[in-house]
C-alpha cells in the first residue's frame, strides 16, 4: 500500500445501498423490514473497504415516494467487525412523508472514535435493531462517509 501524505484528508462515500423497505422481499440485501440483526451491508461477511479510513457517518437519503405502514421508527446501526461489534452510528428512520428527498445521518459518537479507524481487513455491518416498526412501503439510500489521507506517490 502506497505511503500516507499529511496532512489533508478526503472525504468520499466508501459504501452505499439502495433498497426497499418491503415486508415481502425475497432477499435480506433488498428488505431493510428482514429479521433482527438481519445483515445488510456484505451478507454475513459484512463489507470490507480495503483500505485505512475514519468512519464520520451514516446516512440515509429518503426515496420520493411516501413510506407507508403502522406508523413509528426503524433504527439501523453501523457496527464494526460483526454484526453485534461496536456499534459506530445509530440512525433512527421515521415514518413520514414529509421526509421525501431528506437526507437524515449520524454521526460517530466521540466516544467511538478510536473505533472508528477502519484498517486493510476491517469489516463493516449495517443492521437492524429489532425495535420499531416495519414500514410497508418506502424506498431509500443508505451511505457510509468517511474521511482518508492522501496517498503519496512514490
Known amino acids: 500500500m502506497p ?6 484528508f478526503v472525504r468520499s462515500i466508501i459504501w452505499s445501498h439502495t433498497g426497499d423497505f418491503v415486508s415481502n422481499a425475497a432477499t435480506v440485501s433488498a428488505d431493510f423490514n428482514a429479521n433482527t440483526l438481519a445483515t445488510i451491508a456484505g451478507g454475513a461477511g459484512g463489507f470490507i473497504p480495503g483500505f485505512v479510513c475514519y468512519i464520520e457517518k451514516l446516512r440515509f437519503h429518503v426515496g420520493t415516494e411516501d413510506f407507508v405502514g403502522g ?28 421526509l421525501r428527498g431528506a437526507v437524515l445521518e449520524a454521526s460517530v459518537s466521540a466516544a467511538n472514535g478510536a473505533a472508528a479507524r477502519i484498517n486493510d481487513t476491517d469489516k463493516l455491518f449495517l443492521v437492524r435493531l429489532a425495535t420499531g416498526t416495519a414500514f410497508t412501503t418506502a424506498r431509500g439510500t443508505f451511505s457510509v462517509l468517511a474521511r482518508q489521507r492522501l496517498q503519496a506517490r512514490i
Open 3 to 8: 505511503k500516507e501524505a499529511a496532512p489533508a
Open 71 to 98: 406508523g413509528g421508527t426503524l433504527t439501523f446501526e453501523l457496527r464494526r467487525d460483526t454484526s453485534t461489534g461496536t456499534a459506530l452510528a445509530s440512525l433512527t428512520i421515521p415514518l413520514a412523508s414529509a
